[in-house]
């Protein structure tokens, strides 16, 4: 085993030179420049290589040890310093690390495109199969052995040379153009402001919001306030702007970003034209019905039609609650605010009216109780009370001043793995909020001199929330800065990322293939993270998780009460939006032709004719700011959001089901179970995808999943469990 296993802490005579190829740690994020990237990825691509003509040569019988083991440790370098560089192109964009990130880009997509065609690895790797070592494998190293099988098939490996060169380059083209889509949409979000001088004209706008635009004013030499597209300065314009013209200019600034109403180079439109045709080209060199079966094929669903039954289910039981919730909102606006007509944009800005009507309380007012560090401090103690571990500050090279290091003990004091949280909006910053491996869990072999040890994992928790503004006025604090203050849904948000986290983090597999989310099916790897959500919904947890910005006061009892009330808020509605995206994606991908009679808008039409309760406006283009199915990787996969919403919360009610249980015997339980919570990470998040999803559930579970914890949560209670139940086991 040794003579094959890399040994990540010997010294290399280019480390001096080139921070990208030092793997003895984390990333060396205060000494990487742009001018690395092309020499270390040169470097790495030709050590990856000659790895692979070295696991060809013959001259081994086929192992674990002489084939997976040295193509491990080579990805796992390249990997490990293209992630940095792609992780910098994320969150600390410039020209430069644009520019570095695309003249690699191609050279990467070539070298994983020409490895999954490689006929002669795929040789190996059944011979591995089929060898009398493989039964002896332990079950993850199998896993991976099957996954690799399946995705050289899907990799074109038995495809004729003209194919597979075709194969290669409709790849290649690919990845161009989701990069290109996605760095349109950042430019055209960025190509836009509005400067607003009149005070009136921004009435409504919370005080901190305000405070955010002046600032960003003042920053360009202007006078007043400057809005942007960034969510953290475009949501609260259109939730509280009393002046509808200005919510209209923003609405319809953003929703035609990346559109033909912009400048010409940066429209999406051909890019998704292209980019539908290429993956439908794709799907037919494999033999696929259509791109969507191709991408099922690693999912735990089985075929396009299930996941549009199950959406289309779903919407049947949706769309009573949807159809109130919109007839609701429209006589709101037309008696109290006076709005005949309710437009696009108004819809925001009358449900946060009519949510404080109902429920008498503002995101304003609940956002004062949730200042940065209560809230990190809370959810670190919610993981530490149900998986019994440990979260502490420490130390590493970061990529800017505002990201933090925490390293995750467990009972015994010993480090399980260690994460990054970049909290804050910045210009440089891709939207969203998202989770990143930076080093995967792995049982290093033994080399001169040394035992085997395990590498520890290492994530990236990247939100954007809006930073802190201002500082205290009064009180003992005065003069401090003031602490950047969330919303529940930014709560929400931060305990979701971080679901995904110790899912990377609590892995327990010793093999890089399978270890944390690698190799878990994709439709099932939002389970984790959308589980975590509950607890934000729970009393003993926010009792101890929130203290007023200024009086430290919990928050009170009878405003979590109407929260709790207001859950469910428009959960038709949203539940029909969700349905919509998955749809259009689904069909997008299965029987649309982009070459045939009907436009990509024209399919996203006739889905809202179908499951939506609010129609945009004709010039809305949603489609070309979709980043999720044409950069993201979630394409013919955003169903996996609500598919595995079921999983979450029917896995989310065994925690209620012990707290139920604890009353009943009189021993008190919480919903922070920690028997239960043993229960999960042990069979869902130590295991990542060294077996089925469905396999983990059910043990986890004792049953197959159904969707009736998910309509109980979201208010929508079914009335007969037998032939109401939407199930996604297959
Ligand atoms: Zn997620």
Redesign the pocket.
């Known amino acids: 085993m040794s003579n094959t296993a890399t040994d990540n802490t010997a010294p290399d005579h280019t480390i001096a030179s080139n921070p990208l190829l030092d793997f003895s740690d984390t990333p060396r994020y205060r000494s990487i420049q742009p001018s690395h990237v092309t020499p270390a990825i040169e470097a790495l691509l030709s050590e990856c290589r000659a790895t692979v003509e070295r696991v060809l040569d013959g001259s081994s019988a086929v192992s674990w040890e002489s084939v997976v083991g040295p193509l491990d440790d080579a990805h796992e370098r390249l990997s490990r310093a293209w992630g940095a560089v792609s992780h910098l192109h994320g969150v600390d964009d410039n020209p430069a690390i644009r520019e570095a990130y695309n003249d690699n880009l191609p050279a990467i997509t070539q070298y994983w495109t020409e490895l999954g065609q490689n006929l002669a690895l795929f040789e190996r790797y059944k011979a591995l199969a089929a060898s009398s070592g493989f039964a002896a494998l332990d079950p993850a190293q199998r896993t991976i052995i099957n996954n690799e099988l399946r995705d050289f098939k899907l990799g074109g490996a038995e495809l004729p040379a003209d194919k597979k060169q075709r194969y290669a380059a409709i790849q290649e083209e690919l990845s161009a153009l989701s990069a290109k889509f996605s760095e349109n949409l950042l430019d055209a979000t960025n190509a836009f402001s509005l400067n607003v001088t009149d005070a009136a004209d921004v009435a409504g706008i919370p005080a901190d919001d305000l405070q955010s635009a002046a600032e960003a004013a003042t920053k360009e030499g202007q006078q007043g306030w400057r809005f942007s597209l960034h969510a953290p300065s475009y949501l609260p314009v259109m939730q509280y702007a009393e002046n509808r013209s200005l919510r209209e200019r923003m609405y319809r600034a953003s929703s035609t970003r990346a559109s033909e109403f912009g400048p010409a180079e940066l429209d999406n439109t051909p890019l998704i034209q292209r980019l539908l045709q290429l993956r439908r080209e794709l799907a037919q060199l494999l033999d696929m019905d259509s791109y969507a079966d191709l991408s099922l094929v690693a999912k735990m669903a089985d075929k396009p039609s299930q996941v549009i039954d199950f959406l289309e289910d779903l919407a049947g039981k949706a769309m009573p609650f949807g159809r109130a919730d919109m007839a609701e909102l429209t006589a709101f606006a037309k008696t109290e605010l006076g709005l005949d007509t309710l437009q696009s944009w108004d819809v925001a800005w009358a449900s946060e009216k009519l949510r404080q009507h109902r429920y008498a309380f503002s995101d304003q007012e609940v956002k004062q109780y949730f200042p940065e560090p209560v809230v990190l401090g809370g959810m670190f103690q919610v993981v530490e009370r149900i998986y019994g571990i440990r979260v502490e500050p420490a130390d590493a090279e970061v990529w800017h001043p505002q990201v933090r290091y925490f390293r995750i003990a467990d009972a015994d004091n010993a480090t399980i793995g260690h994460f990054y949280i970049d909290l804050y909006a910045r210009q440089t910053k891709r939207g969203g909020a998202?989770?990143d491996e930076a080093r995967s869990r792995r049982k290093l072999a033994a080399a001169s001199g040394r035992p085997s040890t395990i590498q520890t994992p290492v994530a990236y928790l990247v939100c954007n929330f809006p930073a802190p503004v201002g500082e205290y006025s009064e009180g003992p604090r005065k003069g401090q800065p003031r602490p950047a203050l969330f919303t529940h849904d930014d709560v929400i948000t931060l305990f979701?990322?971080f679901g995904?986290g110790l899912h990377h983090l609590l892995s327990q597999v010793d093999h890089l293939g399978v270890s944390g989310i690698r190799g878990v099916e994709w439709d099932a790897?939002?389970l984790p993270?959308?589980f975590m959500e509950n607890f934000c919904w729970e009393w003993e947890v926010l009792s101890h998780m929130t203290a007023h910005v200024d009086s430290g006061e919990p928050l009170p009892r009878t405003l979590f009460e109407r929260m709790l009330a207001a859950r469910n808020f428009q959960s038709g509605m949203q539940m029909l939006r969700q349905i919509e995206f998955s749809l259009f994606d689904m069909r997008l991908h299965h029987d649309f032709d982009p070459a045939g009679q009907q436009s990509v808008q024209q399919l996203l039409d006739q889905i809202r004719q179908q499951v939506a309760v609010m129609i945009p406006p004709d010039w809305n283009r949603f489609p070309n700011s979709f980043g999720h199915i044409f950069s993201g990787g979630y394409s013919a996969g955003y169903y996996s959001y609500k598919w595995a919403e079921v999983l979450s919360a029917d896995a989310y009610s065994a925690f209620e089901e012990a707290r139920l249980r604890g009353l009943a015997e009189g021993t008190g339980r919480s919903v922070l179970d920690p028997d239960t919570g043993a229960r999960f990470r042990r069979e869902v998040l130590s295991v990542g995808g060294s077996r089925p999803a469905l396999q983990s559930f059910q043990a986890f579970r004792g049953r197959a999943p159904n969707a009736d914890a998910l309509l109980r949560h979201s208010g929508m209670t079914v009335e007969s469990a037998e032939d109401g139940a939407a199930t996604v086991a297959a």
């Open positions: 998202w989770m979701h990322e995904h790897v939002e993270s959308q």
